[in-house]
């Protein structure tokens, strides 16, 4: 009789904990949807300053944005984290496509970030046309030297997940130019990593090859699909002149970081982030504004409800997480060097779309104990804890045996956008980006309340 009264006991304790984070959570989520100023946050970061690639005068001045919105949340300290960044400069670019015995037109196009220009110099080659590395390896040398190749492979419409997609096709941009140069072509065109029924090409960073030093762009589906079509019925003739081109010295730019300290274990770190850089092009909106207005709101959200956190909660908008990652290796270098306590990171640099999951990347017994939570997500649409993902900026920390979490909002409109003219504040809805940022600050709540 009395273990079935312990037992009943234990399970009214437990469910009385659990209608406790219930409350706070709907509390949360009130504050976040009806007073969060995350939005125009957002707005004033992509009109007023818009692209941001490392190096350049926006991100300057995306850093003192930045650390001037952090000062607003009413973190109780904001600071600079100096980092040196690369600065890859676009330039004018232009591709021009001949078919057949037709005469050359301009082409929509767009460099891939750290690729190398032309010095303003115009290529012109024939194209030959592969589908991956393998088919390209299978062409005698003389059938691709003076070449240009263009890389056929599509974005893979039957993989549910978009991201694992994104993570089949995207060795085909960061590699292409160096497999095409390596056999001789002088250029090397992609169709876009791009999930869209358009013709908006994507840029993206490539893997730096300093002996094949070709040019290497993206073009839209729609122009590759026309390529795809033309080259089966003759000869392709493309010209390319670009004056792209990565600046020799490093430029000093800033993480820019907020917290409030922790009220019973000040010295272990629960820090949320997303990238404070962007491409340079659009206006760096769902890649990744919203995660930094984001992260910005949890330590907003905390101080208006009055909630004082046992453990430190950090918010960091890292800079340069799209072509050097410098701004998470420093951050990562600063713990380890400062003997920093992180608890737990995570990142949120998936898109302001409505949230579905959180990416675990922790022991199977963290694990656990996070997917414990899952119930009370199930209110806001969150039910996916079955990834395992973290995040870029945040992997350095994951040496040091810190768990990760990656927000995971719904990624089917994602690579649409992702890393084109189209990513701009207009393709963020302002209940999506909220709901994101109630899920980061509740999941914030609930390991600061009752630990992994």
């Not at 963290?366 to 899952?374: D, Y």
Request: aromatic letters at 6%; proline letters at 4%; one cysteine or more.
């Amino acid at each position: 009789m009395k273990s079935r009264l312990l037992l009943l006991l234990l399970v009214c304790s437990v469910f009385s904990a659990h209608a406790q984070d219930s409350l706070v959570m709907r509390r949360i989520a009130d504050t976040v949807l009806l007073h969060s100023p995350c939005y125009s946050n957002l707005r004033v970061l992509c009109k007023t300053i818009g692209k941001r690639i490392s190096g350049s005068p926006q991100a300057a001045q995306a850093v003192i944005w930045g650390e001037k919105t952090m000062k607003q949340t009413g973190a109780d300290k904001v600071w600079l984290q100096p980092v040196d960044v690369p600065h890859w400069v676009r330039g004018k670019e232009k591709l021009r496509l001949k078919y057949g015995n037709s005469v050359y037109h301009d082409v929509t196009m767009l460099s891939l970030g750290n690729s190398y220009g032309t010095n303003g110099k115009v290529i012109e080659a024939q194209v030959v046309m592969v589908h991956d590395q393998d088919e390209l390896n299978a062409l005698p040398a003389g059938a691709v030297k003076g070449k240009i190749v263009f890389f056929n492979y599509r974005f893979r419409q039957d993989i549910i997940n978009t991201f694992e997609g994104y993570g089949d096709a995207v060795k085909i941009r960061g590699s292409a130019a160096t497999w095409a140069g390596q056999k001789g072509a002088v250029g090397a065109i992609i169709r876009s990593i791009s999930t869209g029924e358009d013709d908006v090409p994507h840029t993206g960073a490539i893997r730096k090859d300093s002996v094949n030093k070709i040019p290497s762009i993206a073009v839209g589906n729609l122009t590759a699909d026309k390529m795809e079509q033309e080259y089966v019925k003759g000869k392709i003739m493309a010209t390319i002149q670009s004056d792209c081109k990565m600046m020799p010295e490093p430029v000093r730019s800033y993480n820019v970081i907020g917290e409030i300290l922790g009220s019973e274990h000040p010295e272990q770190v629960i820090v949320v982030g997303g990238h404070l850089d962007s491409w340079d092009v659009g206006e760096g909106a769902n890649d990744d504004g919203s995660g930094c207005v984001q992260s910005m709101e949890v330590l907003r959200a905390f101080k208006a409800l009055g909630i004082h956190p046992k453990h430190t909660i950090r918010a960091v908008l890292f800079m340069n997480e799209e072509n050097g990652m410098k701004g998470g290796l420093a951050y990562g270098d600063t713990a380890k060097a400062q003997n920093e306590q992180h608890i737990l990171a995570i990142e949120t640099d998936a898109g302001g779309f409505s949230p579905r999951g959180l990416g675990l990347e922790m022991t199977e017994a963290k694990k656990e104990n996070i997917r414990s939570f899952a119930p009370l997500f199930l209110p806001y649409g969150v039910y996916d804890f079955s990834q395992s993902e973290g995040g870029t900026d945040i992997s350095p920390l994951a040496k040091m045996n810190v768990p990760l979490i990656g927000l995971l909002p719904d990624p089917q409109r994602y690579f649409d956008l992702h890393h084109t003219n189209n990513d701009v504040f207009e393709n963020v809805n302002h209940r999506e980006l909220k709901l994101g940022a109630t899920i980061l600050t509740q999941i914030i709540y609930l390991v600061d309340e009752h630990g992994l």
